[in-house]
């Protein structure tokens, strides 16, 4: 499979915990994108990288959170000190070009206690 | 503020008619960029199609069309032969501008398509 994969599907924590999800984008795509969808809600963007470099971060990152992509590979989304409202589904895309095609994988569930 | 609308929590369609899921989008750029995608219980986004706002024919990706009425800033997705693989969430989003020629997409709160045998 040579698809956008993520890891783990699904993480069940307790509040205050840290938790770290994965993203391997699809292996010649220069662009990842971090989105955050909440129950019944469409997905908000959180986080954009161009090869390592990330580029916007958005207001929903509070200091809690941090994204990294070394080496311009795969990402790791840290959520530090999780709180209920962290409880949601992360997605993570990439994309080729500036402007193409997102390929999102198929998320990460996140549930905080 | 950009802002995109879908008005319809749920939609129920016999399988192989036609059925469109409606999109209204506000933004007062010129350029923009407007996407379909679904989303099916596994939980993965999948791109269904993609008109820009200088686009002057409507995009159409085998089964789906987009109908891009851009006075009224209306972007409603058209399923002919609807089939029963086509349950699932669908989510209509505008590229947000400027965004430095990547993707940031801003999406409306979906629409959950039914499709009956």
């Known amino acids: 499979d040579t698809g956008v994969s993520q890891d783990p599907r699904h993480k069940i924590t307790k509040r205050g915990q840290n938790v770290t999800f994965r993203c391997d984008p699809i292996?010649?795509?220069?662009?990842l994108y971090w989105y955050r969808q909440t129950l019944g809600q469409g997905p908000e963007f959180l986080t954009y990288?161009?090869?390592?470099?990330?580029?916007?971060k958005s207001r929903l990152l509070s200091d809690r959170f941090s994204a990294e992509r070394p080496k311009g590979s795969f990402s790791t989304l840290e959520i530090q000190r999780t709180e209920q409202g962290d409880s949601a589904m992360y997605l993570c895309?990439?994309?080729?070009?500036?402007?193409?095609?997102?390929?999102f994988g198929e998320g990460s569930r996140l549930t905080v206690l | 503020a950009q802002k995109i609308t879908q008005t319809q929590p749920g939609m129920f369609v016999q399988e192989k008619e036609a059925v469109t899921l409606d999109c209204t989008y506000d933004?007062?750029?010129?350029?923009?960029?407007l996407f379909w995608y679904k989303q099916p219980s596994s939980g993965e986004m999948i791109f269904l199609i993609y008109?820009?706002?200088?686009?002057?024919q409507n995009a159409t990706e085998g089964r789906y069309s987009l109908n891009f009425q851009k006075a009224r800033k209306s972007a409603n997705l058209v399923i002919s032969a609807s089939q029963l693989g086509d349950s699932a969430m669908y989510f209509c989003a505008m590229r947000e501008p400027p965004s430095g020629g990547y993707n940031k997409l801003i999406f409306g709160a979906g629409t959950r398509l039914a499709v009956h045998p």
């Open positions: 292996s010649e795509h220069n662009r």
């Open positions: 008109q820009g706002s200088y686009d002057e």
């Open positions: 990288f161009q090869n390592e470099a990330q580029l916007e």
């Open positions: 895309a990439s994309s080729a070009g500036g402007t193409g095609e997102l390929f």
């Open positions: 933004t007062s750029d010129q350029s923009y960029g």
